[in-house]
């Protein structure tokens, strides 16, 4: 299901600094709420297996 509206975290609050996300056509797209012409899109299984790496602390090197 398309949702053409950004959307961002409850936990972002009134903060304008914030990643913001959607679906379109089937894509996920995401940005940062301070540089909305800049927009990632990728597939929603990439997307999964990137935050699952995340979590798992697979970049946890690169700090």
């Not at 975290?9 to 012409?37: P, Q, W």
């Amino acid at each position: 299901m398309d949702s053409p509206v950004w959307q961002k975290s409850s936990y972002s609050g009134a903060n304008n600094a914030c990643v913001e996300v959607r679906t379109l056509s089937g894509a996920v797209e995401i940005r940062e709420s301070d540089e909305g012409h800049l927009v990632l899109r990728t597939t929603p299984i990439a997307l999964a297996a990137f935050l699952h790496a995340l979590k798992a602390g697979e970049f946890d090197h690169h700090a």
